[in-house]
């Protein structure tokens, strides 16, 4: 006796665990939903619904008739045309959206409300047994223009700001600083540069006319030497007969003829030509 009640009560157990599935499996609901009921400033581009179900929607039979049982309708009764597609990756998600030639209908700052009807079928046929309805609004974008454009403003008034006052506390050294580094300023001023190092004046004038002097001559040497080697090469070429110039031309211009074209190894250059 005690064997068969045993077994009479784990079948009366495991018959309540069945049953409870059975009904849980029959409860079909929306879990959530983007944008979320009571959303505001919601983006119009692009814009669509996506709903969350507790259990599989797609089947190609029931498509038809669950794209009756949406609407999305504004403040003041405009219906707002929708299609509904569904995910195939996700189990459970469909999405209302409005395509590409209607996106010009979205209004910006407006009341939006997404009403499900209660005949809206899961995968297998389950009905949603009542209305459900989302209500979210859309952003006013030509505020947000504006509040953007004048956070923008604030900004680069703040930087210019800032910008001025870093200037003044540092009293435009840096800046001239670069400008005379720039110009290539060669100028000396003797009373700053004597109250910085304490030098005597006539020491620096003369160290500064020394300088220049130096600079001077190396320049007149480099240049020198640059018309050395011209006239090196001019002479080269006379006497190998190749440079033919008129005495009266030559006289009067710094035109030259040749008798025709010669390798620049022929003017002492020992530059050679990449070969292959």
Do not use: W
């Amino acid at each position: 006796m005690k064997r068969l009640g045993a077994i009479l009560s784990l079948v009366l157990i495991t018959v309540m665990m069945l049953s409870g599935v059975v009904f849980a499996a029959g409860d079909f609901t929306v879990e959530k939903t983007y944008p979320y009921d009571g959303e505001t400033n919601t983006s119009i581009d692009n814009f669509g619904i996506k709903l969350y179900f507790n259990q599989p929607v797609l089947n190609e039979a029931n498509v038809k008739h669950n794209a009756k049982c949406i609407t999305v309708k504004d403040a003041d009764g405009e219906v707002l045309p929708v299609k509904l597609f569904y995910s195939e990756k996700e189990e459970g998600l469909a999405m209302a959206l409005v395509e590409t030639e209607n996106q010009a209908l979205v209004k910006q700052d407006t009341e939006y409300t997404v009403t499900l009807s209660s005949d809206f079928l899961a995968a297998d046929g389950t009905e949603l047994g009542e209305d459900v309805k989302i209500t979210f609004s859309t952003l006013n974008q030509t505020r947000a223009t504006t509040v953007n454009m004048v956070m923008m403003g604030v900004m680069m008034v703040g930087m210019v700001i800032f910008s001025t006052k870093a200037m003044k506390k540092d009293g435009g050294g840096a800046a001239a600083k670069q400008q005379t580094a720039r110009k290539g300023d060669d100028k000396v001023n003797p009373y700053k540069v004597a109250k910085e190092t304490g030098k005597s004046i006539e020491d620096i004038v003369a160290k500064d006319q020394k300088d220049k002097e130096k600079k001077a001559a190396s320049e007149a040497k480099r240049a020198a030497r640059h018309e050395a080697d011209l006239e090196a090469a001019r002479k080269k070429l006379m006497k190998s007969g190749e440079l033919m110039a008129d005495e009266d031309e030559a006289a009067n211009s710094d035109v030259k003829r040749v008798k025709g074209p010669r390798p620049i190894s022929a003017a002492g250059s020992k530059y050679i030509r990449g070969r292959k």
